[in-house]
């Protein structure tokens, strides 16, 4: 199944895409996509309830905007430096465990908002991620019980302000946490859709120039292993995000750098997970 959430900023309702590629409005069943939905079995419930109500969902038109295919999240956490070429490329050392970082929830926009360059930034960035969405509460989980907390997975794009996360004092939050700087989807898709996150190519381009092309077998720390180390330090809870890193390919990587400017057009995907188109505009007061 494909989650979706549809409609004008703040006034989003839950949806599904189809098979066909046709989007349904399912607001009707009675939950939007948050933890009470995630943590009570609503993908299941959902299903069965389509089984005798699809027919009578509306179908959205062509057009509509798409907004975050879930509700706000308690937590986005994020693995930095989880593709081996791309630690090389920031000239940095592969890690010897998951190195973690938070963005802010408040930076959550559509698979196709305009991203908005920062006040002050010189140095914003592009980074196509395989976001897992958590579906069962998880503390002290094992590896091999990782993927039963999972309810599926979606497209992100973890826009980052390198001056910001790597130039200024304290922790990288300051260059990942901008409003704008998450845009996710275009749709949840759930976990029974994708048959091994661990294989999965993703691209990015910017100006129609292909930037990443890469694929999550050259993960450092697999899915499992991610799901399992988060939750040894806190909990997650249901509609939780992880962002599992990004390949080799960025903007702070080529030589000389090339950083993000208004008008710039990032476009990206991932197998399975569909893809996204965000418009750079600089912040105006």
Not at 30 to 50: A, H, P, R, V
């Amino acid at each position: 199944m494909k989650l979706i959430r549809f409609g004008a900023e703040g006034n989003e309702k839950p949806g599904v895409q189809l098979e066909n590629g046709t989007k349904i409005d399912v607001s009707a069943f009675g939950l939007d996509y948050n933890e009470t939905f995630f943590g009570n079995n609503g993908i299941e419930k959902l299903t069965n309830w389509l089984k005798e109500n699809q027919d009578s969902c509306s179908v959205i038109s062509e057009g509509t905007r798409l907004g975050v295919p879930l509700t706000r999240p308690s937590k986005i956490v994020c693995v930095g430096l989880n593709y081996a070429q791309h630690a090389a490329e920031a000239g940095m050392e592969i890690p010897k465990e998951p190195v973690l970082f938070f963005k802010s929830t408040t930076a959550l926009v559509g698979p196709n908002d305009e991203v908005i360059i920062p006040k002050n930034s010189e140095k914003t960035d592009w980074e196509v991620e395989l976001a897992i969405v958590i579906g069962k509460k998880a503390s002290y989980v094992e590896e091999a019980d990782a993927f039963d907390h999972i309810a599926g997975y979606v497209l992100h794009n973890d826009v980052s302000e390198r001056a910001f996360q790597i130039e200024r004092s304290g922790q990288w939050c300051k260059g990942k946490g901008c409003d704008t700087f998450a845009p996710v989807g275009p749709f949840i898709a759930t976990k029974d859709e994708i048959k091994n996150p661990n294989n999965l190519n993703l691209w990015l381009k910017v100006n129609g120039e292909m930037m990443q092309n890469s694929n999550t077998s050259d993960f450092i720390f697999n899915v499992q292993h991610v799901v399992s180390h988060i939750s040894q330090f806190m909990t997650l809870l249901p509609g939780d995000i992880i962002s599992t890193g990004t390949p080799f390919g960025v903007g702070l990587g080529l030589k000389p750098p090339v950083y993000l400017k208004e008008g710039d057009i990032m476009e990206l995907g991932i197998e399975g997970l569909g893809t996204s188109k965000q418009v750079c505009k600089n912040y105006k007061a």
